[in-house]
């Protein structure tokens, strides 16, 4: 990985259409809103598509906090195939200073959409209770153990399906 980039040179580079745009977040999550002119590749299938890189100069990795979007940098960087200059986004789509585009855009078929629905699972007795709530559809996920000393939270927040 060349390491990260942040808003001004993302506009420069597309501006120029200077590199390839890769979000790794689910489709669902790319077609509710990313960055103009990037293409989707999930994360879980990247190491299935990598070679599509090949021939690229640059490749710019994208997620919703930059986290996630570091270790796609990463895989791409690692790929025998691939000799051109790999970056992360270092702010996320969170801190996207541009526009963003709805709609499929260029994604590809890299993985699934799970759809709008929401599963819930409660279980409400004694100490150790704990509720989950999986919105499939905005890649979330919440666990809580709502009563007792072990009440502990987890936000899956940062993977590449979390809403911006």
């Known amino acids: 990985m060349d390491g990260e980039i942040g808003n001004e040179e993302m506009r420069e580079l597309l501006d120029a259409d200077g ?38 100069e640059r490749v710019v990795t994208v997620c919703p906090k930059g986290k996630s979007s570091v270790q796609a940098a990463r895989l791409i960087a690692s790929y025998e195939g691939f000799d051109g200059r790999v970056e992360s986004f ?29 599963e819930t699972t409660h279980a409400d007795e004694g ?14 996920e919440t666990t809580h153990a709502d009563e007792g000393a072990g009440a502990e939270t987890t936000h899956a927040d940062e993977g590449p399906d979390a809403p911006f």
């Open 19 to 56: 590199a390839e745009i890769i979000d790794i977040r689910s489709p669902a999550a790319f077609r509710r809103g990313h960055i103009p002119g990037s293409e989707n590749v999930p994360l879980p299938s990247l190491v299935d598509s990598v070679e599509q890189f090949d021939d690229a």
């Open 127 to 140: 100490a150790g209770a704990e509720t989950t709530h999986a919105d499939e559809g905005a890649g979330a």
């Open 90 to 118: 270092e702010p996320g789509l969170t801190g996207w200073e541009g526009g963003f585009e709805e709609g499929d855009g260029a994604a590809s078929d890299g993985g699934t959409d799970e759809g709008a629905g929401a």
